[in-house]
């Protein structure tokens, strides 16, 4: 109920008049702030008329339970595209997860995710060493067993970046899930810092309790190549029994459209 009480407020954001709060709240002119990767998101929203195009090549978790190991990818999707006055829709799915369990006996199983529509907003600070962004989250139950959820979820997230100059840059990011099989929360903290003008490097650690439950740390690389597209790398460690032990991934963001 937060999630889609907080969607029908973003929208009502794109009535609001001003230049002022238009200027404030879209993405300065740089290279384009992709969402991939890290466990927060950029909090920048793509200028009116933005389009990008993020993709994971497959990202990947390993979990132990006992005697059962579970290794899973998914090749997750996301379609952002900038609305104008500091707001972006965002249409987000895994096509397709394939999953092997070794136990008693090996098994597979593959087919497809879930389907996510979500509204960032990025609030008009006046400092330009700041930025912040809400995202609102709704997921639909779309995807088959055992990869889909039993019902609708929703989700309401803020990022907050400290630009340190000299191309480093401070994130915090605080998640709030709600769906049928409970709630949960998710915090995690980054360092961002760059090796050159195209190569740039992360690190960052993530703690979450209820359905969100984790204790993890890693970072990632990012390579961008032409200014349009984004490769990247990362890995997450899980810290205790009950995250996952490994999370890894490679993928591609392209700039389909850079607005105005």
């Given at each position: 109920?937060?999630?889609?009480i907080?969607?029908?407020a973003?929208f ?6 001003g ?8 993405q ?10 890290g466990?927060s998101f950029?909090s920048w929203s ?5 389009l ?9 978790s390993w979990q ?10 998914n090749?997750?999707?996301r379609l ?5 006055h ?5 249409l987000a799915g895994?096509?397709y997860v394939w999953?092997?369990t070794r136990a ?6 593959h087919?497809?995710g879930?389907?996510?529509v979500?509204l960032?907003w990025t609030?008009?600070l006046s400092?330009q ?7 609102a989250?709704?997921?639909?139950a779309s995807?088959g067993q055992?990869f889909g959820?039993s ?5 309401l997230?803020a990022?907050?970046?400290r630009?340190?100059?000299?191309n480093?840059?401070f994130s915090?990011?605080?998640a ?8 949960g929360w998710m ?10 003008d195209a190569?740039?490097?992360y690190v960052e650690?993530?703690y ?8 993890v740390?890693?970072g ?9 597209v ?8 899980g810290?205790d029994?009950?995250s996952?032990?490994w999370q890894?991934?490679?993928g591609?963001s392209?700039v ?5």
């Amino acid at each position: 109920m937060a999630g889609r009480i907080a969607i029908c407020a973003l929208f009502a954001m794109l009535a609001l008049p001003g230049r002022a709060f238009a200027q404030a709240a879209q993405q300065p002119e740089t290279d384009t702030q992709f969402d991939r990767p890290g466990l927060s998101f950029a909090s920048w929203s793509l200028p009116q008329g933005g389009l990008v195009w993020e993709q994971g090549l497959p990202d990947a978790s390993w979990q132990r339970d006992g005697d059962t190991r579970t290794l899973q990818a998914n090749a997750d999707s996301r379609l952002r595209m900038g609305l104008g006055h500091g707001v972006e829709l965002q249409l987000a799915g895994s096509p397709y997860v394939w999953q092997e369990t070794r136990a008693e006996r090996k098994t597979h199983a593959h087919g497809q995710g879930d389907t996510d529509v979500a509204l960032k907003w990025t609030l008009p600070l006046s400092s330009q060493d700041w930025s912040m962004a809400l995202l609102a989250t709704h997921k639909f139950a779309s995807g088959g067993q055992p990869f889909g959820s039993s019902g609708h979820a929703d989700q309401l997230a803020a990022a907050v970046t400290r630009d340190l100059g000299d191309n480093r840059s401070f994130s915090g990011y605080l998640a709030r899930d709600s769906q049928q099989q409970g709630r949960g929360w998710m915090s995690a903290v980054s360092y961002g810092f760059s090796f050159t003008d195209a190569l740039s490097g992360y690190v960052e650690t993530g703690y979450g309790n209820g359905i969100d439950h984790a204790r993890v740390a890693g970072g990632g690389l990012t390579l961008l190549v032409d200014h349009r597209v984004q490769l990247d790398g990362w890995m997450l460690r899980g810290l205790d029994r009950n995250s996952p032990e490994w999370q890894a991934g490679f993928g591609v963001s392209v700039v389909l459209a850079r607005g105005h």
